[in-house]
C-alpha cells in the first residue's frame, strides 16, 4: 500500500493563503492520479483538485481561479496552493492517491484548514 502524510494546515484570515503538502511512501509506483479532498463540518467529504502523473489537472468549481495543484515526482510530494481563502473552505483536507483503474490506494491522516472571517 501507499502511506500518505500531509501538512501545511492552519488557521488564517479569510483572503490569505496556505500551501499544503503531501508526502507518499511506500508503493510509490502503484501511483497514477493523486489527489485533494476535504470535508467541511456537517458536510460530505468532496474533491477539491486532482493531479495525473503526466501533470493534468482538475478543479472543483468553488476553487478554480484560487487553488493550484502540483506534484514533484522526484520527491513523492503533491502540493496544493490555496489564495484568496474564505472561510467556506474551512475544512479538513485529505491527500488520495488513486492507482490503476483509478481505485484508491491511500488516504492521508487529514490536515485541519480553518478561515477565519
Known amino acids: 500500500q501507499v502511506q500518505l502524510v500531509e501538512s501545511g494546515g492552519g488557521l488564517v484570515q479569510a483572503g490569505g493563503s496556505l500551501r499544503l503538502s503531501c508526502a507518499a511512501s511506500?508503493?510509490?509506483?502503484?501511483?497514477?492520479?493523486m489527489a485533494w479532498y476535504r470535508q467541511g463540518p456537517g458536510k460530505q467529504r468532496e474533491l477539491v483538485a486532482d493531479?495525473?502523473?503526466?501533470?493534468?489537472?482538475s478543479y472543483a468549481d468553488s476553487v478554480k481561479g484560487r487553488f493550484t495543484i502540483s506534484r514533484d515526482n522526484a520527491k513523492n510530494t503533491m502540493y496544493l496552493q490555496m489564495n484568496s481563502l474564505k472561510p467556506e473552505d474551512t475544512a479538513v483536507y485529505y491527500c488520495?492517491?488513486?492507482?490503476?483503474?483509478?481505485?484508491?490506494?491511500?488516504w492521508g491522516q487529514g490536515t485541519q484548514v480553518t478561515v477565519s472571517s
Open positions: 488520495n492517491a488513486r492507482g490503476e483503474y483509478l481505485l484508491s490506494v491511500g
Open positions: 511506500g508503493k510509490i509506483a502503484s501511483i497514477n492520479t
Open positions: 493531479i495525473t502523473k503526466g501533470g493534468s489537472t
